[in-house]
């Protein structure tokens, strides 16, 4: 008998958890799939529909523009000049001018018959002629022409009649109110081809269930384009009281949708039959794409059932034996596994988080070891023989040439330069002391050079009085000017400068020197962008690389060579809006 602590540990089990959260949320999904495949069929056949009465409206536009076109060049004709006065000035002709007239009205029929490919024939009677003139004869008027309207089965609104031989035709006369008791000058007739008028429906769908007819309000002119005689049937040609109307229908048990449209120049109906197999056919693909996609649904939750420990609990299990490796300092773990899931991106993430970590240890080691260096030559600054001796020798100097005040100057000079070397321990200090002790380095400097030294300092903003900065990043880069730039040059010349640009301050030192080219230039650069720890350490680096690990990457210093080949050292330090906040306070 199973234990019913055992089946507790199977209801608290992660994987029944998950396939069960699976199937509930597989069921709203799925049940909306179904509501969105009922809305799409819905929107796809009102879509369909559209499309069909657009393209029957095309094709409906087609016919009733080409035949207003023709009405239009009918009225032009009947009212051409010389046709007018062939009509009513015939008596008074001679035979020759009666021939030419002839032949005129004969080529304007044959323009008129040309302007248009749904045109078959063109007749014109003239009954005070009495003759009747068609493209290639001139003929006695026929004694019953006027009764030929009267022989036509029906005759629209539009003034469209149909002939005995179920063709289209189009009258009109010359003056067009006729006056009672009177014949009118001129007739003309136009017959259109049914051939023609079909050629034009020739680019509808075109299928075995498809079909279209043109006809009147009243059935009484037919004209199709179709295979099948069952859409010819009455029933199916009767037109409901308003149009345009689309509907389904049945014949014979077949389904199609019924389209009609009304051409309103020629008072004509459009009617279109499409089955609705060949129209709605993708219901029925969507049905079964519906079915396949439930039992894959059903598949893919017995798939997961089966593989989910696996999938999720192997991954688990090794991402937290790496994380026990960690903790018992064992910094070289990687997780090797190749997979293109979630757990790729978290094992991607903690070697990424290993290898950020071996690197802070790195660089901590790397800045313990420049401070280190920083300390050694702060030692050996303290203890510098060449400039204590020059002091000194200076003190001697004046001594004999200026009297007891300016040896009290030096030496308070002195006193205060090494005593901020030997007494400020602090690793940061405000920028208004580094400053102070600059000015301090350049008044024992001018001394030195006997006043033949020019120093040209900028005013310092406010905003660079209570920042605060690592020890003694100022004051190297006078000394380098000094020893560097301005060792052989007769009129030595200094600027600083100091300029505040929102969360950016930097300090600008530049001397006149001459003998730095970019070969030098180039290889001062080199060593500031190294990160090799045995590189040699010099001021400049020494300074440049405390002022990155104290402020950021974008910190530093940055090295132009000036036209006359002199160096301008750029102090620059970044700080964000935090920071500058606080350091403003």
């Known amino acids: ?200 429906l020739q680019g509808f769908d075109s299928t075995q269930d498809t079909g279209l007819v043109l006809t009147s309000r009243d059935n009484c002119f037919v004209l199709e384009k179709t ?62 794409m519906l079915l396949c996609f439930s039992i894959i649904a059903i598949l893919a939750m017995g798939a997961f059932a089966f593989s989910v420990r696996h999938l999720i609990h192997k991954p688990i299990q090794t991402l937290v034996d790496s994380f026990k490796r960690m903790k018992s300092n064992d910094f070289e773990v990687r997780i090797h596994k190749k997979q293109n899931d979630e757990f790729a991106y978290l094992y991607e993430s903690f070697n990424g988080m290993m290898d950020h970590l071996q690197k802070l240890i790195g660089q ?31 003190i001697y100097r004046m001594a004999q040439a200026e009297g007891s005040d300016k040896i009290a100057e030096f030496s308070q000079l002195l006193s205060e330069y090494y005593q901020y070397l030997t007494r400020n321990a602090a690793d940061v200090v405000t920028m208004q002391q580094e400053i102070r002790h600059a000015t301090t380095y350049l008044k024992i400097q001018q001394i030195r050079f006997s006043n033949r030294l020019t120093i040209h300092i900028g005013q310092v903003p406010a905003a660079f009085d209570l920042l605060m900065v690592p020890r003694l990043i100022l004051q190297p880069l006078l000394e380098n000017a000094f020893e560097h730039g301005l060792k ?53 680096i020494n300074i440049h690389r405390r002022l990155r690990y104290h402020f950021g990457p974008e910190s530093g210093l940055r090295l132009i060579r000036t036209p006359a080949g002199g160096l301008r050292v750029q102090l620059r330090i970044v700080k964000g809006e935090q920071d500058v906040s606080t350091s403003d306070c």
């Open 1 to 200: 008998m199973e234990h019913p602590q055992g089946r507790g540990r199977i209801f608290r089990s992660i994987w029944l958890k998950v396939v069960v959260t699976f199937i509930l949320i597989l069921l709203p999904v799925y049940f909306l799939g179904a509501v969105i495949f009922h809305w799409a069929y819905q929107q796809m056949h009102q879509q369909i529909v559209r499309s069909q009465m657009a393209q029957l409206n095309l094709y409906a536009d087609t016919i009733d523009d080409e035949l207003s076109r023709i009405r239009l060049l009918e009225y032009h004709c009947i009212n051409d000049d010389d046709l007018v006065y062939l009509a009513n000035a015939y008596d008074i002709m001679d035979t020759f001018e009666r021939s030419q007239y002839m032949l005129r009205a004969q080529h304007r029929m044959q323009v008129m018959k040309n302007s248009s490919v749904c045109i078959d024939r063109v007749v014109l009677h003239l009954p005070h002629v009495g003759r009747s003139i068609d493209t290639r004869n001139v003929e006695p008027l026929a004694p019953d022409w006027r009764k030929q309207s009267d022989l036509l089965v029906c005759s629209p609104l539009s003034g469209l009649t149909m002939n005995a031989a179920h063709e289209l035709e189009m009258s009109i006369q010359y003056p067009i109110t006729q006056r009672e008791g009177r014949a009118p000058s001129l007739v003309m007739t136009l017959t259109l081809s049914n051939a023609e008028i079909r050629q034009l």
């Open 227 to 288: 295979d099948h005689e069952l859409f010819l049937r009455p029933a199916l040609l009767a037109l409901p009281s308003q149009l345009p109307f689309t509907e389904e229908i049945t014949v014979d048990g077949r389904h199609f949708q019924r389209t009609g449209v009304l051409l309103p120049e020629s008072d004509l109906v459009l009617i279109s039959f499409s089955s609705t197999e060949y129209l709605f056919g993708f219901g029925r693909t969507y049905l079964m």
């Open 364 to 394: 901590v080691y790397e800045q313990q070891l420049l401070t280190q260096r920083a300390e050694l030559k702060q030692l050996q600054a303290q203890i510098n023989p060449h400039f204590l001796y020059n002091g000194f020798y200076n």
């Open 488 to 540: 052989n040059v007769l009129e030595p010349e200094l600027f600083i400068t100091f300029e505040k640009q929102n969360n950016i301050w930097l300090i600008q030192v530049e001397d006149n020197g001459a003998e730095l080219d970019e070969f030098e230039l180039d290889a001062l650069q080199k060593k500031l962008s190294s990160t090799d720890a045995k590189l040699e350490t010099t001021a400049l």
